[in-house]
């Protein structure tokens, strides 16, 4: 079945600088790789939808890379600042439908100032 | 715009009650889901929906039963709490795919 993993350790750094987070995943391609932001207490919330035919998708600070070879996708926050402090939730989608998506456990990111 | 709401925020049951958790959306979206998050587990699909009268069962759906009537809610009942059933539940809505739009959670302690 597909795993995912994502960095169990908290990511600590300093703000202004790039943090880069990782989701490995053990199977198939998906379809779409999700990428989310949690904070405690609240609903995870969007960032960026990468499709398998996509090698890379950027929003603002944010970039997102999809190697398929490799079977990873790296998330990027360039020039961090304290409030990007959050978990950072990646989710695997085989179908492309959102029927059923698998989840990582999330990585913790705390960026000080 | 509301987005995804889910009542109540906070439930303590007892073993062997039942309840019911709210969710409504207001997107008009036709997917809907459920999840539960437990730390170490991450969030696992109990049940979904890709429209009104149309449910289908996601990885641990055992204890729970859903249904559809309308586009805009998907209620989720747990039917005889158990202690296992303790966990923060989140509602999510989707267009047919894409970005999932999560409600602020459900936290429920079953004692």
């Known amino acids: 079945s597909q795993k995912i993993e994502q960095n169990s350790e908290a990511l600590n750094i300093q703000e202004g600088k790039t943090a880069t987070l990782t989701c490995n995943y053990t199977?198939?391609?998906?379809?779409?790789l999700q990428w989310y932001r949690q904070d405690p207490g609240r609903g995870p919330v969007f960032l960026l939808l990468i499709r398998e035919n996509e090698k890379e998708k950027r929003k603002e600070r944010l970039k997102v890379t999809f190697d398929t070879t490799l079977k990873q996708s790296l998330f990027h926050i360039t020039a961090s600042q304290p409030a990007d402090s959050a978990t950072y939730l990646c989710a695997l989608d085989k179908a492309g439908n959102n029927r059923k998506l698998i989840w990582g456990l999330g990585t913790s990111l705390a960026v000080n100032p | 715009n509301a987005g995804v709401t889910q009542t109540p925020k906070f439930q303590v049951l007892k073993t062997g009650q039942s309840m019911t958790l709210q969710c409504a959306q207001d997107?008009?979206?036709?997917?809907m889901s459920w999840y539960r998050q437990d730390p170490g587990m991450g969030l696992r699909l109990i049940h979904y929906?890709?429209?009104?009268?149309?449910?289908d069962q996601g990885e641990v759906p055992n204890g729970y039963n859903v249904s559809r009537s309308t586009t805009e809610d998907f209620p989720l009942r747990l039917l005889s709490a158990a202690p296992s059933q303790t966990s923060v539940y989140f509602c999510?809505?989707?267009?047919?795919?894409?970005?999932?739009?999560f409600g602020e959670g459900s936290r429920l302690t079953v004692l």
């Open positions: 997107m008009n979206h036709e997917y």
């Open positions: 199977n198939y391609s998906p379809a779409y």
């Open positions: 929906s890709v429209g009104a009268g149309i449910t």
């Open positions: 999510a809505s989707s267009q047919v795919t894409g970005e999932l739009f």
